[in-house]
């Protein structure tokens, strides 16, 4: 275990070894204080900001950069809802899992091509009451349905004619098609085959 502060230039420093070393990176340090918008301090919403964003930043762009090198690699994002949905009392919070989710959907698109792939959990509530790893799923059950969100590579289908492009121009037609190309962007090559649209429908009714 290599214990630290994930905000000292020094600490990571003396880590980077250890980096070289890693297959699968998991961030998973996060923040939060409740309290009115008002109520908070500049230095309540950096320290947020610090550990909950530039942390992950520093620490994922130290270990891809070993990543790329090998041409191999996983790094994972665990978010929370907070990054889809916003809470009362929680601005500040949710303003940082808002912006982790989008510096984790831009990184995927620039690890393209280099053998690395990024996956993206946002984290709900409820204690796991069971759960059971079948191949590269985990399938579970929890006590409160509110178990939150995960966001998978290949979501939404191209279109029929294998694009994201859209003959119609209006509003909804391009927010579609710009949905497609987003999860389009996000399939790996050579992984087509395991994008989510893909699956069966059982398969993509329980996820």
């Given at each position: 275990?290599?214990?630290?502060?994930?905000?000292?230039?020094?600490?990571?420093?003396?880590?980077?070894?250890?980096?070289?070393?890693?297959?699968v990176?998991?961030?998973?340090?996060g923040?939060?204080?409740?309290?009115?918008?008002?109520?908070?301090?500049?230095?309540?919403?950096?320290?947020?900001?610090?550990?909950?964003?530039?942390?992950?930043?520093?620490?994922?762009?130290?270990?891809?950069?070993?990543?790329?090198?090998?041409?191999?690699?996983?790094?994972v994002?665990?978010?929370?809802?907070?990054?889809?949905?916003?809470?009362?009392?929680a601005?500040?919070?949710?303003?940082?899992?808002?912006?982790?989710?989008?510096?984790?959907?831009?990184?995927?698109?620039?690890?393209?091509?280099?053998?690395?792939?990024?996956?993206?959990?946002?984290?709900?509530?409820?204690?796991?009451?069971?759960?059971?790893?079948?191949?590269?799923?985990?399938?579970?059950?929890?006590?409160?349905?509110?178990?939150?969100?995960i966001?998978?590579?290949?979501?939404?289908?191209?279109?029929?004619?294998?694009?994201?492009?859209?003959?119609?121009?209006?509003?909804?037609?391009?927010?579609?098609?710009?949905?497609?190309?987003?999860?389009?962007?996000?399939?790996?090559?050579?992984?087509?085959?395991?994008?989510?649209?893909?699956?069966?429908?059982h398969?993509?009714?329980?996820?």
């Amino acid at each position: 275990m290599l214990a630290g502060d994930l905000n000292d230039a020094a600490y990571l420093d003396r880590i980077d070894a250890d980096l070289a070393r890693c297959d699968v990176f998991i961030n998973n340090a996060g923040v939060l204080r409740y309290a009115p918008l008002m109520d908070l301090s500049d230095d309540d919403i950096a320290w947020m900001f610090q550990t909950n964003v530039m942390a992950a930043v520093r620490l994922t762009r130290r270990v891809a950069r070993h990543m790329v090198a090998r041409q191999r690699g996983h790094i994972v994002f665990m978010s929370s809802i907070a990054a889809r949905e916003v809470y009362r009392l929680a601005s500040g919070y949710c303003a940082t899992k808002h912006a982790l989710s989008a510096f984790a959907r831009s990184f995927r698109l620039e690890l393209q091509g280099f053998g690395i792939k990024v996956t993206e959990y946002m984290v709900g509530f409820g204690p796991t009451v069971w759960s059971r790893l079948k191949g590269e799923t985990r399938y579970g059950l929890k006590a409160i349905p509110l178990g939150g969100y995960i966001r998978m590579v290949g979501m939404l289908p191209p279109a029929p004619d294998g694009t994201s492009r859209s003959m119609s121009t209006g509003r909804f037609a391009t927010m579609v098609a710009d949905a497609r190309r987003q999860s389009l962007e996000e399939v790996v090559p050579g992984e087509e085959d395991r994008a989510f649209y893909r699956h069966p429908v059982h398969q993509r009714m329980i996820v």
